[in-house]
Structures are given as structure tokens and as C-alpha cells.
């Protein structure tokens, strides 16, 4: 069992940053893949980023790729989210999520444990 805890949402201009975290805990957190994802109002859920677990291995999103930067820290059981350039599209709740160390899968319904998200609000 893998619990998962958002931090770091809030207000940010267009143009602005955010960093995101997702802290995990359970004996063997490290060992699962992580990734974000974010829902916006009447939206399904969409895939951010991924990251293995090791973290030798990211995966982008095409409308995020060189403005998102994701990162974990095994010793922490940390891992992060490094929004930069953020437009209007990225105003949603952000989860972060967790999965076999397999693949990095971009469908939510791969994922085994969710946490409970952080708002994220973009304003021009």
C-alpha cells in the first residue's frame, strides 16, 4: 500500500512557475513509477509527465515537453513536478499517481494509488 500527499499548488501569473510534490509513504514507495497527472473542470483526466523509478527514465506529455520538468528523490520519497512558462491550459487539479515499475503508462486506469490533488490556477 502506497499513500500519496500533493503540495504545492496555488495562484500563479501566465508565464510564471510552480513546483509541485508528491510525498510517498509505504516500505517500498521508491520502487513503483510515478507520474502526474492533471484534471481540468468538465475534462477528463490527462497524463503530465512520468518518471521510472529509478529515475533514469521521463515521459512528456507533447504540451508540456521543455516548459515541465519531473524529478523524484528516493531518499525523500519525494517526487516533483518543475513548472515553468505556464499558460492557461495548465489551471487544474494535479494528482499524482503510482504504478508498477513496468512501464510508464500514460492511461490513469493503469495506475494503482492516487493521492488527492492540489489546485493549480493559472490567470492571465
Known amino acids: 500500500q502506497v499513500q500519496l500527499v500533493e503540495s504545492g499548488g496555488g495562484l500563479v501569473q501566465a508565464g510564471g512557475s510552480l513546483r509541485l510534490s508528491c510525498a510517498a509513504s509505504g516500505r517500498t514507495a521508491s520502487s513503483y513509477n510515478m507520474a502526474w497527472f492533471r484534471q481540468a473542470p468538465g475534462k477528463e483526466r490527462q497524463f503530465v509527465a512520468g518518471?521510472?523509478?529509478?529515475?533514469?527514465?521521463?515521459y512528456y506529455a507533447d504540451s508540456v515537453k521543455c516548459r515541465f520538468t519531473i524529478s523524484r528523490d528516493n531518499a525523500k520519497n519525494t517526487v516533483y513536478l518543475q513548472m515553468n512558462t505556464l499558460n492557461h491550459e495548465g489551471t487544474a487539479v494535479y494528482y499524482c499517481?503510482?504504478?508498477?515499475?513496468?512501464?510508464?503508462?500514460?492511461?490513469?486506469?493503469?495506475?494503482?494509488?492516487w493521492g488527492q490533488g492540489t489546485q493549480v490556477t493559472v490567470s492571465s
Open positions: 518518471i521510472n523509478y529509478s529515475a533514469g527514465k521521463t
Open positions: 499517481a503510482a504504478t508498477s515499475p513496468l512501464r510508464i503508462p500514460t492511461m490513469s486506469n493503469e495506475y494503482l494509488y
